[in-house]
Nanobody, 125 residues
Framework: EVQLVESGGGLVQAGGSLRLSCAASGFTFDDYAIGWFRQAPGKEREGVSCISRSDGSTYYQDSVKGRFTISSDNAKNTVYLQINILKPEDTAVYYC??????????????????WGQGTQVTVSS
């Protein structure tokens, strides 16, 4: 059974940090790119970061560059998203997803085959 399980969300004050985790199982993790998305109430889901498992290359949405860091632990089949200097506008449900092609080739959300259930991040001002 394919599973992506996010964890690490919570309620934090502005300026704080969180590390989100995405644990994968049931598929060949090394063959997939893992993306992080977020969806705030009333807004569309947006991609914030991606890591290609094949070469370790990483990509970030411009608005999160410098505050978000994506990384991967090969031994644990887990991808992390470190979020620093949290802002109220970061409040959203954060999802991870897996795509069978490198991040560079992903130009549509439909490229992602598997999705996690999401983890809530709430930032208070």
């Amino acid at each position: 059974e394919v599973q992506l399980v996010e964890s690490g969300g919570g309620l934090v004050q502005a300026g704080g940090s969180l590390r989100l985790s995405c644990a994968a199982s049931g598929f060949t993790f090394d063959d997939y790119a893992i993306g992080w998305f977020r969806q705030a109430p009333g807004k569309e889901r947006e991609g914030v970061s991606c890591i290609s498992r094949s070469d370790g290359s990483t990509y970030y949405q411009d608005s999160v560059k410098g505050r978000f860091t994506i990384s991967s632990d090969n031994a644990k089949n887990t991808v992390y998203l470190q979020i620093n200097i949290l802002k109220p506008e970061d409040t959203a449900v954060y999802y991870c997803a897996a795509a069978p092609i490198p991040c560079l080739l992903i130009d549509d959300i439909v490229e992602y085959d598997y999705w996690g259930q999401g983890t809530q991040v709430t930032v208070s001002s």
